[in-house]
């Protein structure tokens, strides 16, 4: 998975007794997908941009040793420095970021990188991810997602198609997705809530359709 700045943080549970279930992040990702499409409609790469939140963007700064004088600015050494940052990848780490057409997934190879800047103290990246061998573009569908949403992603910062497609993006259904929560997290005994936290992410992921052709 990326590199993230460990630190600790897990929901309060009382033994016993019922709790006030709640799915609840860490790390807060604005998301963008830009999708190459070729002439015969084929998907072949995503280009993906995270936008980090201010406070994560804060903690890779100092554990990096950073923006020393606090600025929100870096200078060309400290961006060479942070370069790539979230793109060591454990084997197995699928990029949250999952493609399907229909039932079948949609393998992707690893991460390009493309850009690191940061913009008003927020660290904004950019990588493509080419597909392991193109695909019809018409009914893939894109899902942004942390399975055990330690990471929020929200796609909010646009997505584009080529090739003369279309995308419509569907927000999550939250009152389904926290509902999920409390049934998954109620079925299992109180002490392994934690150290078993169930995988939600999807849940509460924005939708990708593309729509090719008339």
Known sequence: ??????????????????VNVQA????????????????????EAVEVTWAYDDFYSLLVFEDLGLDNDMDGLLNTAELGLLKGFDLNWVVGFEGDIYL????????L????????????GRI???HRRPLAGPVSADGVVIKAYDPTYYTAYTVNQG???GGGCDVDITPPD???????????LYAMP??????????VGAAFADTVHVICGS
Do not use: K, W
């Open 1 to 18: 998975m990326m590199n993230r700045i460990a630190f600790l943080a897990g929901l309060a549970l009382l033994a016993g007794a019922p």
């Open 124 to 126: 904004i990246t950019r």
């Open 190 to 199: 109180a002490d392994q809530a934690e150290e078993a936290y169930p995988e």
């Open 174 to 184: 939250l009152d389904r997705a926290y509902t999920l929560v409390e049934e998954l």
């Open 109 to 120: 190879l690893p991460p390009e990188h493309i850009s690191t800047e940061v913009v008003d």
């Open 24 to 43: 609840h992040p860490h790390v807060f990702v604005d998301t963008g997908l830009a999708l190459s499409i070729d002439a015969q409609g084929r998907l």
């Open 159 to 161: 997505v584009t198609a």
């Open 100 to 107: 399907r057409r229909g039932d079948t997934p949609i393998s």
